[in-house]
């Protein structure tokens, strides 16, 4: 069962680059999120979409843009990035919110 | 303001010993409350969960204690053992929660043989 994917694991960028993340699950999950994990800060949500065809800003969403572009995927968007975008994004999916499922993560570095 | 806390970033304890990591949540609304486990370079994964009617959830070595009027909670995990070593997050949710779950910073447990 492959789960939560995402596509890709690293990526470097520079500065003013845009970049989509991928993501697709194979669960049937009504749900799905985009979180970042920096340094000493958890897991914080940057965008979600309780259900195909809705998305809604979370705590940082600042600076991204997101489509749910069909029940299986949800792509996160940087349009111009930044250095405080450097961080780890998790993507993660889950039936009606509780229990949350994860992918393995997309290291990225904006120079 | 952070509405889910770990006060502890690292925690050292020994094999065969029980760890006891600890949260404190703020919003009086979340009503459901899960422990995450992460590995490097690994996504999060669901460990254990309890809702806010229990006081307590068991699965093998992992048991988590719910104290609403405190509220705080605590993941109990005896005997500890080397694959325990990892990151464990704390996290929350209110009314159902499609929303999305609240995390806190995370608690580095690591098992010394």
């Known amino acids: 069962n492959a789960g939560v994917t995402q596509t890709p694991k690293f990526q470097v960028l520079k500065t003013g680059q845009s970049m989509t993340l991928q993501c697709a699950q194979d669960m049937n999950h009504n749900s799905m999120y985009w979180y970042r994990q920096d340094p000493g800060m958890g897991l914080r949500l940057i965008y979600y979409?309780?259900?195909?065809?809705?998305?809604d800003k979370g705590e940082v969403p600042n600076g991204y843009n997101v489509s749910r572009l069909n029940k299986r995927e949800f792509s996160l968007r940087l349009e111009s990035a930044a250095p405080s975008q450097t961080s780890v994004y998790f993507c993660?999916?889950?039936?009606?919110?509780?229990?949350?499922?994860f992918g393995s993560g997309t290291q990225l570095s904006v120079l | 303001d952070q509405q889910v806390k770990q006060n502890s970033p690292s925690l050292s304890v020994q094999e065969g010993r029980i760890s006891i990591l600890n949260c404190d949540y703020t919003n009086s609304m979340f009503d459901y409350f899960l422990w995450y486990k992460k590995y490097p370079a690994e996504g999060p994964t669901f460990l254990i969960s309890?809702?806010?009617?229990?006081d307590k959830n068991e699965d093998g070595r992992f048991t988590v204690f719910l104290n609403k009027s405190a509220k705080h909670l605590s993941l109990h995990i005896v005997p500890s053992q080397p694959g325990d070593s990892a990151v464990y997050f704390c996290a929350a949710l209110s009314g159902g929660g499609a929303d999305g779950l609240t995390f806190g910073k995370g608690t580095h447990l690591i098992i010394q043989p």
């Open positions: 979409s309780a259900s195909e065809g809705t998305t």
């Open positions: 993660a999916s889950s039936y009606r919110g509780e229990k949350l499922f």
């Open positions: 309890i809702s806010s009617i229990k």
